[in-house]
């Protein structure tokens, strides 16, 4: 059995050893279909922004030496609007001010911008100041946010939403982002019937498929969902040799010791190579790793919450790798423990547990849930605690790791 750390460090020395350049290849996509997806190219300014000494007060543009005895009358020699520059011939001189909106270029002579709320007009041609500027005020400098030529955004961000903005305000209609790995879900399981199907009492839903839907689509990848085998071997072999065409194969459940987890018997006909069949952790100890030529495959158990945690312990991770992201690894914040939580001898223990900010940190408790069936105990937690494997408990008032659940 290996650690949780060393199962990571498999997945994802194997997802960059197959990192071949065209693994997963840049694709080019409309800006509107852009959000979230993982950068490929180094954005940069296609010019200073702003372009010119720019605005950003409604109000009158002076030369901030005029305005050192308070009030000040002013001469008013023309406007500059937000696309409509002040002409070449306005020059803004001793005792002379240039009417200016949000936005505008600031006239030759001008060193900063008073706000209207801050003046009275006495006629169409002049205006009394009623406060003092230095320079420089209400205004925002040429190439202040940045220079031309200047890196935006790095390939390998995640897309959000300011960089957007960004991407639109220096002209990319197109983006370069990384292509998609396609991922199949295969749910296992003669009790499985489908959502839409009302199950008799000896059967269940299967959730896993949606989890994992919700998940694979989450981490940034295109899920095909495979549907249900039954626990005989053709019909895995049948539905694991299509997965097996995806980049990724993942298959919930039969990867337990039950007479009929037949999942790695197959993955085993097939030449699966696996790396990994057993994790230090509670829940998700029978998660299965290995790779087919290119196709990475696990076998998750079947158990809803293990399936979701092994997911965001080692399938994330790896498709987020494969996505050439800059941060791959999943998010572990700390918070001190309200009551003590028992320990697990041999394994690490992932709970749902309740976390709230109070008092300038994080307080965290296990949440009441029955095990790793239990959908809705975790639908009542907001995170994932991970206790340390050891003897004894971790107390009160200790720090423990969590990931928040959304
Ligand atoms: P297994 O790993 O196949 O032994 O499954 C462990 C437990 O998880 C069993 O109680 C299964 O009924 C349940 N399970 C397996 N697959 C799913 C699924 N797709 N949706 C919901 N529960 C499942
Ligand atoms: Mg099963």
Redesign the pocket.
Known sequence: MITIEQGIEAVMALASSQARPDRMPAEVVPLTESMHRILREDVVADADSPRFDKAVRDGFSVRSEDLSQIPAELRIIGESRAGRPAGDDVVVSKSECCEIMTGAALPVGANAVVMVEHSERLAPDRVRILRGVQVGDGLLRQGAEARQGDCLLKSGKRIQLSDIGTLASVGKSQVAVSRRPQVAIL???D??VEVRESPDSSR??????YTLHAQVRDAGAEPRMLG?AS?TLPDLRDKIRRGLECDILLV?????M?K??HVEEIFAEFGVKVLFDAVAMKPGK?TVFGHRGETFVFGL????V??MVAFDIFVRPLILSLLKAENCRPVLLEAKLEVPAKRDAARTAIVPALVHFEFGSYRIRTAPWKG??DLAGLSRANCLIVIPQGEGNIEAGDWAKFVPLN
């Open positions: 749910a296992t399981g009790e499985l269940i839903r299967n959730s896993n498929s249900i626990d919930s459940g039969g990867v337990s039950g009929y987890d029978p158990p079947g158990n809803p293990s399936t790793s069936s």
